[in-house]
């Protein structure tokens, strides 16, 4: 019996069909994913901050805070020589942050339970230190005007270190321009964070203060239980920005650093 040459022709692409299919394997389910290598030369570049801000310009209530990144300057450990090793701790911090911005009145109005006023952390209740450490240790960025600002005398922070290479610097952060220091927010520069900012001088900041011009401040949030005599004295609240780690200011409509204005 002849084979026509139709039926050889298919028979041959039968056969050629069902050997790609056996060279080829399952197709994947559809409710699996393949799994990806990672890929180890991909530099990750660190989150954001996650926070949540009941309104814009509110202190934002952050869960994972920044831990403080602390050094040794000259001899002086980051606890200080005496005093509340924690409240030194926080002073001396000295890590930049992502900084929020938030309104003068955020922080000038925070409270803060009456029971830790002038005790050291190790005294305070749990449920007080629970309420404070809520909005301490915030990078936050807050626009304002300056008072007054001033070298501070030897303290358990700085080890008691003399000459000012040792000393914080007392700045009063005021809502409005003309603004007396009984309705101020102390903020502090900090002997650990000035080499940073050669420029940073009293004199500028005097300037600054005789000139009214805007100020915007970049730091820290920080709980100093140790002044409540001086409320509605030389301070409005306890709650500070220190250390505070950069300073701007308002010129021809732009914020510049305080370290450019220098020699100017």
Known sequence: MSIKPKTILTKFVLTLLLF???CVGPAPSPLTTPTMAPDLTQTVEPSATSFVSPTPGGLPDIQDKPQPVEITFQGCPPEGDGGDPVL???KNRVDEGQYIPVQFDALF????PKAVERRMHSEWSPQDAAEISRYEGIPVMVEGYLA???ESGPESTNCHGAGSAHMDWHIWLVKSAGVDRTRSIVIETTPRVRPNHPGWSIPLLHEIVKNQEPVRISGWTMFDP????QIGKTRGTLWEIHPIMQIEVQRNGQWVTLDSLAGQ
């Open 20 to 22: 790609q299919a056996s």
């Open 148 to 150: 007054d600002a001033k």
């Open 109 to 112: 109005s925070l409270t803060w």
């Open 88 to 90: 030194n701790r926080l």
């Open 226 to 229: 140790e002044h409540p005599d």
